[in-house]
């Protein structure tokens, strides 16, 4: 695996653009096909080509397991946040028309922090149960 | 009522999903800091139940729009009596069981406080929400924490029946999602209110795909409830839990029940037109079946804790059975019946640990979990648990003879109160229903009730006997207070129960007189009106 000198490069040199990709489907995600969970799931890809072409040592060192397993909390803590927030600001759970200055900004960021939980908790699960298979045959 | 009185109704749905998703972030090495987590969660959720209870009391129906988007479009949670009834006792029997799982249970295996939490957040989910495909949501929730709690403290016999159980549940919910689509292609609505509303046009040619789709989620719940020809997962999963585990299950399957109890009079009632009535003959034959079955079953389990799943099972029957006779008046005392027999199984399955610990194939059990889970201490599991309190055996004896009582219904606790009011409004019928088949069943529900309970009766007395007055080997089983105490707290409630039977039985009969005549319901919904300031949403 270590000699592969193609493979190893190739997978540096498009795992940015993964990264890219994942966002740019996030943030199509508001008015367009997309989203937090098609990012999540980019996102724990990259993980995964890294565990192939480099093994699973180095992909821990990028998102280490304490990581990976708090991530999960956060995003749904991220997405309960967002609907106390709306709470708290005197409206209704998850009315997002309090979060900006005119209803269409508030939404926007409403929604913008929604998806930004799903992404946190989808990467971090995909990429638990993908070190939980990998970690079995050890 | 102020403007915040009225965010109550989301707090038992986000206060859980909250402090499951705060567990998360610490891992196994702090029990005593997840503990204490879980339990101020839960008693929170206990106490705004309990607040919500007093609201739905004396005020109609509250509902609260999610995202303040208006009624058929986005998602309510709808608060009435019967859903409050419920929130206060799943309450008191997380609170009980929680408890009792601090004696050794909660440290047993991973994330069991999380899983405690997400479960309370899918079960208050059900009760709450308004809309069909939110509860499949909810379902789901609960049912993945279920999958977890099912395997908590391992062992060969626990992945057996967990993995049968999950198998089961998962195919259940694939029936439940395929009836939601079928429901929704025709009527273009998933909200429970609209949909009632709706019902009643659908056209001649779409009516047998939505009944279709309606038989199609009558038959997952009645998965979750229990009903006979459906309920052999339930013998083998609920056995296998750990205690704790299997009294806060003792409420899953009133969840199946509840869900039928709402949509069954909302969508196919009185109003419904054409599909008036339709799957009450169902859960009527469904439901006599099932206390057969569970009749039965008691009689010839030799374990305790079969003994108390069949319970469960005759306790599922009687409720279908009153929900397939469609009568407020039985609904009323069904009511009060499913409150005490819940308290009741609950109860008996925490006790049936505490006594099976001194006998030998329950320590064998326990010793596998210790070995399979890597307990540090290689000790025997009977020697770190508890001390032989002075009059153990006695307190548990009462216990036993008070969890007795109730099954059976024998008089001075809560259980006779159940059976007879039961009794009563099947020979008292209202005008409606005198037609022959009716009257017919009602005598079969009435020989089976009380046959139940003489079956129960002679059940509890022969294992009560051989536990008790002639045990083969005298050890007295080593019990601590924290896990005493919520059994004789779930007890004196049933007590309670009694003691105060007019006022809960009163309450009762309002929930259920508001459940057959769902009129006010589907207003309150669809005429709640998204408002720009904190106020009121709660109507009359």
Known sequence: MSLDLILRIGTKLILPFILLFALYVQFHGDYGPGGGFQAGVITSGVVVLLTITFGLEAAQRMAPQAVVQRMIPLGVLIYAGTGVAGLLLGKNFLDYSVLGH???????????LVEAGVLVTVAGTMTAIFYAFVERGR | MSGWMHHLLVLPVVLPLASGALLLMYNERRPFLKGVINLISTLATLYVAVMLLRLADTS????????????????????????????VLTGVLAAASLTFAFARWHTAGAHFHSLFQFLLMGVNGVYLTGDMFNLFVFFEVMLAASYGLVLHGSGPQRIRAGLHYIAVNLTASFLFLIGVSLIYSVT??????????????VTESDRGLVEAGAALLGVAFLVKAGMWPLSFWLLGAYPAAAAPVAAIFAILSKVGIYVLLRLSPLLFGAQAGASAGF??????????????????GVLASQAMAR?????????????????????ANLTGSALFYLVSSTLTIAAFFLLIELIERGQSPAADLLAVTAEAFGDEDEDEPEDEVGVALPGTLAILGVCFAGCGMLLAGLPPLSGFIAKFAMLAAVFAPPATGTEGGIALAGWIFTGLLILSGLAALLAMLRVGIRVFWAPVDATVPRVLVVELVPIIFLLLLTLALTVRGGPVMRYMEDTASAVHAPERYIDSVLTAPPVPAPAAQVHR
Not at chain 1, 102 to 112: N, P, R, S, T, Y
Not at chain 2, 188 to 201: E, H, I, Q
Not at chain 2, 284 to 293: E, K, N
């Open chain 2, 307 to 327: 003994l108390a799943s069949y319970s469960i099972l005759v306790s599922s029957g009687t409720l279908l059975a009153a929900i397939g006779l469609s009568d």
């Open chain 2, 60 to 87: 109609s129906t509250g509902v609260y729009l999610l995202g303040n988007w208006p009624a058929p479009f986005g998602i309510v949670l709808v608060l009435d009596r019967l859903s409050a009834l419920m929130l």
């Open chain 2, 188 to 201: 273009g609505t998933l909200n429970m209110a609209d949909l009632a509303v709706r019902l009643p046009a």
């Open chain 2, 279 to 296: 799957g009450s003959q169902v859960l009527l034959i469904g439901g006599l079946a099932t206390i057969a079955y569970g009749m039965i």
């Open chain 1, 102 to 112: 005119d209803a269409v900004h508030a939404h926007e960021l409403g929604i913008f």
